[in-house]
């Protein structure tokens, strides 16, 4: 198997948003336009990373920051290459990405029904946040 991972480009919008599609646990949201996603990666340029083997996205998730702390969305594996390290892979360059904008935390949300999620997330290292609670607003 040889993944190699590269910066997410817009020319990845489809194929990404097809893997999240089929991945459990990951939401496609308003959010998730094709307009709001260039938006993204023009404010976090560099940071979003894509796993490919031969051309074809294998991997992909949304990474970036608001200057203070670091967010990961929507990191996803295709299910024929789950197990094999592609996610480690992803969430490391993110990681590298967010330490080299100098940003010292990082913050992810995980859905509750996602119990194989938060399992990637914790052997990973990362921890739940005690007392938190997710919550949202409509702004339109």
Do not use: Q
Not at 27 to 48: A, F, K, V
Not at 101 to 106: F, M, P, S, V
Not at 121 to 136: C, F, K, P, V
């Amino acid at each position: 198997m040889r993944i190699a991972t590269r910066e997410f480009v817009m020319a990845d919008y489809d194929e990404a948003v097809a893997l999240w599609a089929e991945v459990e646990g990951v939401e496609i949201c308003e959010g998730d336009s094709r307009e709001e996603i260039l938006g993204y990666l023009e404010r976090n340029p560099g940071l979003s990373r894509i796993a490919e083997e031969d051309g074809r996205i294998v991997g992909a998730a949304l990474c970036g920051h608001d200057g203070r702390r670091g967010w990961i969305y929507h990191l996803a594996v295709s299910a024929a290459y789950r197990g094999k390290g592609v996610g480690k892979l992803l969430l490391n360059d993110c990681v590298r990405k967010l330490r080299d904008a100098g940003l010292k935390r990082a913050i992810i949300l995980v859905a509750g029904d996602n119990p194989g999620g938060h399992e990637f997330w914790l052997r990973n290292g990362w921890e739940d946040i005690a007392g938190a609670i997710a919550m949202s607003k409509e702004l339109a």
